[in-house]
């Protein structure tokens, strides 16, 4: 920004004439940008970049807390709701990396999306696939949670881990290939295009897949999970919700709330005002984005809040990974004490 500014303070500056609704130029330009024609303005500036750069440098390591818990506990429970909440955060370990750092940080404030349109589209069919993969496994765990409140009988005949680790392969593995059509996604910030029947279709598609078919499926399972719930507290004791009860609901309720915004403005973007000439648009767009991307970091004060077994666990995981550290550092004639290894969890524990 300081080299910009010496090779420019010599040179006659023009001030473009600004619209009323301040998205850019006079309206003698027809909205085309002369000097940067790809790019829309950006009136947050540097703050989706700080922003994006905490959320990866703090959710990042979290989530791979998270992720060791979580194995932890899957491996020795055995319990197929830890099994869908490992899948679900390494999903959310993927979302990041690939759409925090690679698409918005390295794409978008590194390289300035001066990146080839091949290497954009490609990127976008892991981007989407990521997505799809993350919110879909909640589906799954949505359903588990279903199943085994509604139906107790059925579901303590048919699960198991091996069908559980087959049915997230399967989504998996349909979260990359819905994420392929993909790869003609429309550019929102540089296309200045109308968009075509594809780029509806892909636009529909997107919201169907990411917030209307999984909201849909959270409310009827969350609603028949609660009835359930209504009806045993009649005929007998007032029911204790437990705790993977808990963290479904919590899990649902914030990717319903966090996502909303980029549906609706991908749909107002879509049928009412585009990116690229209206700068509230563009800032909404922003705002939404990193609200969505916000559903990838907060499951893990989500679990410490609802449940001491994870608590416990992660406690153990920073214990197990700081002993060999305080090891290494002692004197070599120095003889460690033996330490006492943490309890393993009861049997029947439940998260």
């Given at each position: ?241 437990g705790k993977s009860t808990a963290i479904l609901l919590g899990v649902t309720t914030l990717f319903a709330l966090l996502w909303a915004p980029r549906i ?10 585009p990116v690229y000439r209206d700068w509230r648009v563009h800032l909404a767009l922003d705002v939404a984005n990193m609200a969505a991307m916000l559903n990838t970091a907060v499951n893990f004060g989500l679990y410490s809040f ?46």
């Amino acid at each position: 920004m300081r080299l910009a500014g010496q090779e420019t303070a010599g040179q006659l500056q023009v001030t473009p004439t600004v619209t009323p609704n301040g998205s850019g130029l006079s309206q003698e330009f027809e909205g085309h940008w002369p000097e940067i024609p790809e790019r829309s303005p950006c009136v947050a500036g540097v703050i989706p970049v700080i922003y994006y750069s905490v959320l990866l440098g703090l959710g990042l390591p979290v989530n791979l807390l998270t992720t060791v818990a979580l194995a932890r506990l899957a491996a020795r429970t055995r319990k197929p709701s830890y099994y869908y909440l490992l899948a679900l955060t390494a999903s959310d370990v993927i979302t990041q990396v690939v759409i925090v750092f690679v698409g918005f940080l390295l794409q978008g404030a590194v390289l300035a999306r001066k990146v080839p349109q091949a290497v954009v589209r490609a990127a976008n069919i892991l981007e989407f696939a990521a997505n799809h993969a993350s919110i879909w496994i909640a589906v799954l765990l949505t359903v588990d949670r279903y199943s085994a409140l509604c139906h107790p009988l059925h579901h303590r005949a048919t699960s198991s881990p091996g069908r559980t680790r087959r049915a997230i392969a399967a989504v998996l593995g349909a979260a990359l290939l819905t994420g392929i059509p993909f790869y003609w996604w429309m550019d929102v910030w540089r296309d200045e295009d109308p968009p075509s029947t594809l780029d509806k279709v892909l636009k529909w598609a997107h919201c169907l897949i990411v917030y209307f078919i999984p909201c849909g499926v959270f409310l009827v399972a969350n609603s028949a999970i609660v009835c359930q719930l209504q009806r045993r507290g009649q005929s007998g004791p007032r029911p204790r919700v437990g705790k993977s009860t808990a963290i479904l609901l919590g899990v649902t309720t914030l990717f319903a709330l966090l996502w909303a915004p980029r549906i609706f403005v991908m749909l107002y973007h879509l049928y009412v005002a585009p990116v690229y000439r209206d700068w509230r648009v563009h800032l909404a767009l922003d705002v939404a984005n990193m609200a969505a991307m916000l559903n990838t970091a907060v499951n893990f004060g989500l679990y410490s809040f609802v449940s001491k077994t994870f608590r416990a666990t992660v406690q153990e995981v920073i214990h197990d990974t700081h002993l060999p550290c305080t090891l290494g550092s002692q004197p070599a004639g120095m003889v460690a004490e033996p330490v006492l290894k943490p309890a393993g969890l009861p049997k029947g524990a439940e998260l």
